[in-house]
Every structure is written in structure tokens, then in C-alpha cells.
């Protein structure tokens, strides 16, 4: 069975903080990565995707990624309240294009 | 940004009851998909869609389910006769072909699916 395991939190952190987003996946045939950000009662949204081991920025967000540890994480730098939101974390397999998501990690970020 | 599309937003209907959920994907997309979330629950795939045929499906994509792009625009996803653990939000999702660079899944709104 692929899953891909994220603890549900909340992770509350000040405003400005880091926050850090955990994520492990079980399916050693995983080749591609993503982090979705979801608000409550609406669709995922993609904010970043990996593939290859080591870190990928974009603006605030960095993604880093360890194929030999299974493991995947996302850091917001400079968290803002609208960064409140439930993160999924979700994986591709080469043969595939099912999305395998994680059941997500809630994030607070209080002002 | 383009978007896809879908209706209705929310959907009430009786156990045992035909549904069909509609859907408008990024016109120049080439794969679509058929996700639901159970409240509470993980985001979870059911099927896509290349090519007019069906790629991939899930365990959950029983005999009761289908799909079909019946003009060349709309996508749709017909549940036969709904059960009380159908009801959930249904994303429906389209892509470009997939590649290292380009592999973005752009999400509907969703619609809601309650069976009473």
C-alpha cells in the first residue's frame, strides 16, 4: 500500500516565524513531489514541486527532499496569517499519474 | 489564469439516485481526473482520463462509476445509483502533458456531494 504519512498538527507559529512541513512516503517508486496548499472548503492548490534530492526555492517557500530517507519538507519563511491553511503533501510514480496525497498538516500562523 | 470549471457547486440527492457531476477542463489540457475528499479525510484519486479513454482508476472507481467527454469540452463523472459513503467533494482536475517542467494539475472549485 503507497502512503504518504503527514502529521494532522496544528502547527501554530508567530507571525514572521519559520514554519516547517513534514512529510514521509513509503513508495521507494515515487519520482516526482508536490506541496499543495488547501483553505477550508476549497480545492488544493500546487505551491511547489520537486524531484530531484536537495532544496528548490521559490520566493518565501523551500522545498527540500531526501529520496534515500523517504522524506520530504516544505519551510515558509516570514509566515503570514494567510499562510494559514491545511498543507498536503502528495507524490507521483513514474508509471503513474495518480497524485497519492498525505492527509495534511494543518499550520496557524497567529499575528 | 485559466481555470476549470465545475457544476454544480453543491449537489443533494436521494441514496440510490443517478448523479452525474460536470466539469470544463483547461482547454488546451490533455489529461483529466476525477478526485474526491471525504470531510476530514485525505484527497483521494479516482480516475483520469487520456486520449478518450480511461487511464487509471482506483479501487473506489467501481461499476458504479463513469465518465465520459461527451463534446470535446465537458467531462463528466456519472454515479449510477449513490450511497451514503458517495457523499464527499468532487475535484475535478486537468493537465497539460506531464513532464519534469510542466507537471501542474490545476483543481476545480469542486462540488458537493450530499446523499441523503
Known amino acids: 500500500q503507497k502512503e504518504v504519512e503527514q502529521n494532522s498538527g496544528p502547527l501554530s507559529v508567530p507571525e514572521g516565524a519559520i514554519a516547517s512541513l513534514n512529510c514521509t512516503y513509503s513508495?521507494?517508486?515515487?519520482?516526482?513531489f508536490f506541496w499543495y496548499r488547501q483553505y477550508s472548503g476549497k480545492s488544493p492548490e500546487l505551491i511547489m514541486s520537486?524531484?530531484?534530492?536537495g532544496d528548490k526555492e521559490d520566493g518565501r517557500f523551500t522545498a527540500q527532499l531526501n529520496k534515500a530517507s523517504q522524506y520530504v519538507s516544505l519551510l515558509i519563511r516570514d509566515s503570514q496569517p494567510s499562510d494559514s491553511a491545511t498543507y498536503l503533501c502528495a507524490t507521483r510514480m513514474d508509471s503513474s499519474y495518480k497524485l497519492i496525497f498525505g492527509s495534511g498538516t494543518r499550520l496557524l500562523v497567529r499575528p | 489564469e485559466p481555470e476549470v470549471t465545475q457544476t454544480p457547486s453543491h449537489q443533494v440527492t436521494q441514496m440510490g439516485q443517478e448523479v452525474i457531476l460536470r466539469c470544463v477542463p483547461i482547454?488546451?489540457?490533455?489529461?483529466f481526473y476525477w478526485y474526491r475528499q471525504i470531510l476530514g479525510q485525505k484527497v483521494e484519486f479516482l480516475v483520469s482520463f487520456y486520449n478518450n479513454e480511461i487511464s487509471e482508476k482506483s479501487e473506489i472507481f467501481d461499476d458504479q462509476f463513469s465518465v465520459e467527454r461527451p463534446d470535446g469540452s465537458n467531462f463528466t463523472l456519472k454515479i449510477r445509483s449513490t450511497k451514503l459513503e458517495d457523499s464527499a467533494m468532487y475535484f475535478c482536475?486537468?493537465?497539460?502533458?506531464?513532464?519534469?517542467?510542466?507537471?501542474?494539475?490545476?483543481f476545480g472549485s469542486g462540488t458537493q456531494l450530499s446523499v441523503l
Open positions: 520537486i524531484y530531484s534530492n
Open positions: 482547454s488546451n489540457h490533455l489529461y
Open positions: 482536475a486537468s493537465s497539460e502533458y506531464p513532464t519534469e517542467t510542466n507537471e501542474k494539475l490545476f
Open positions: 513508495d521507494r517508486g515515487s519520482q516526482s
